[in-house]
């Protein structure tokens, strides 16, 4: 995915500089990978999966990292059908999966927990035994959140598929299929919720920050979630950056500030 948007940049850069030649081999490219990428989506498992003819699952943080770094309008953007049901069915694995989840509530439109790279995931931070939910993995998914409350506001409408009922169902539970414009109740009530979710999801990093907001690399997967691995973890930061930006962008959108 990232590669994709690599080949437009690059695309777009020859451009500036009338280096059609070069303009016209990246857009080559860039069509190559964006019919390759499609390859992901697993109609079986009724998800993207992270890598090809593997034994694992295929749900991965990876997943929504691609659509914030790497998706566009063309392929794969955060609030599209594959993206969030891809996402969702990640947030629910990893729910059940790190005990010290079991302390969220879980509630629809109140949800907050841990997210860790991937299922099959071994590496605790400092060894092989059992996976830990990630800072970045976590701000991540309420970045999704928060670009999708944007994007569908910016749109004026939303579309509840078959694909992706089963994630808002989870977000707002009258959810059905259909078209859901910006004049119906269930829009702003569904914009809300959605914006709750992701909230929850950054109240978790809050809650497993250290004194001064530092970050590390994960915090462990069983209560009371002290921090593990790499200290101070550069992409935690970004991330949570990141999320607390599209934040601040999402409640303006929803008129909340």
């Known amino acids: ?8 940049d690059g695309r777009d850069t020859a451009q500036a500089f009338n280096d059609t030649g070069a303009a016209a081999w990246y857009e080559i490219q ?7 990428v499609k390859k992901f989506w697993d109609s079986n498992k009724g998800h993207l999966v992270s890598t090809l003819d593997s034994s694992r ?7 929504p990292l691609a659509a914030l770094h790497g998706g566009s309008d063309d392929i794969f953007p955060p609030w599209s059908d594959e993206i969030l049901i891809s996402t969702y069915r990640l947030l629910q694995d990893m729910k059940t999966r790190h005990k010290v989840n079991n302390e969220a509530d879980g509630k629809p439109g109140r949800p907050g927990w841990g997210i860790g790279r991937y299922p099959e995931d071994i590496y605790d931070g400092t060894g092989t035994s059992k996976g830990n939910p990630w800072f ?9 959140f928060y670009r999708t409350v944007s994007h569908f506001i910016a749109e ?7 694909m992706n009922l089963p994630f808002f169902e989870n ?8 078209r859901i414009t910006k004049d119906s109740m269930d829009f702003n009530a569904t914009m809300v919720a959605l914006n709750e979710w992701a909230d929850g ?12 907001g530092r970050l590390s690399e994960q915090f462990d997967g069983n209560a009371p979630g002290f ?3 790499a200290k101070d973890l550069t992409w935690s930061y970004g991330s949570l950056i990141e999320a607390l930006e599209r934040r601040q962008l999402a409640r303006k959108d929803l008129g909340l500030e």
């Open 1 to 8: 995915m990232t590669q994709i948007r690599a080949m437009a």
């Open 30 to 36: 860039r069509q190559g990978l964006e019919q390759f």
């Open 57 to 63: 699952s295929g749900l991965d943080c990876a997943l």
């Open 136 to 144: 970045l993995c976590t701000s991540s998914v309420s970045e999704i």
């Open 171 to 178: 977000v707002f539970p009258n959810a059905k299929i259909g």
């Open 156 to 162: 004026g409408a939303f579309e509840i598929t078959n």
């Open 201 to 212: 999801f950054l109240n978790v990093v809050k809650t497993h920050a250290m004194e001064g």
């Open 227 to 229: 921090q593990k691995g």
